[in-house]
Nanobody, 118 residues
Framework: QVQLVESGGGLVQAGGSLTLSCAAS???????????MGWYRQAPGNEREFVAH???????NSADSVKGRFTLSRDKAKNTVILQMMNLKPEDTAIYYC?????????WGRGTQVTVSS
């Protein structure tokens, strides 16, 4: 059974940086890397929204709101995706959830809190 564990959240001032990691366990490297893995976020009172993901072919996509500030990469050997967040804004404050999806379905992590103070 695939499990996702996020790490790296915290409190940062506006303009600062944070790096989030998501590690997948319970599945092979080939399985994880062949599916879409990425990040969503949910702010209080809002619906969960897409942030960025990487496909099985290595293509990355990101929301317009984070383009130029967030970078997603994958470490296949560690079954991990890393979200580097720069120039953070108060509106980036949310719980960030890792997701793995494909023909098998979808798996979510428990989330990690990111708080950006103004």
């Amino acid at each position: 059974q695939v499990q996702l564990v996020e790490s790296g959240g915290g409190l940062v001032q506006a303009g600062g940086s944070l790096t989030l990691s998501c590690a997948a366990s319970g599945a092979s490297e080939s399985f994880v890397s062949s599916n879409v893995m990425g990040w969503y976020r949910q702010a209080p009172g809002n619906e969960r929204e897409f942030v960025a993901h990487i496909t099985g072919s290595g293509t990355t996509n990101s929301a317009d709101s984070v383009k130029g500030r967030f970078t997603l990469s994958r470490d296949k050997a560690k079954n991990t995706v890393i979200l580097q967040m720069m120039n953070l804004k108060p509106e980036d404050t949310a719980i960030y959830y890792c997701n793995l999806m494909g023909s098998f379905g979808s798996v979510w992590g428990r989330g990690t809190q990111v708080t950006v103070s103004s």
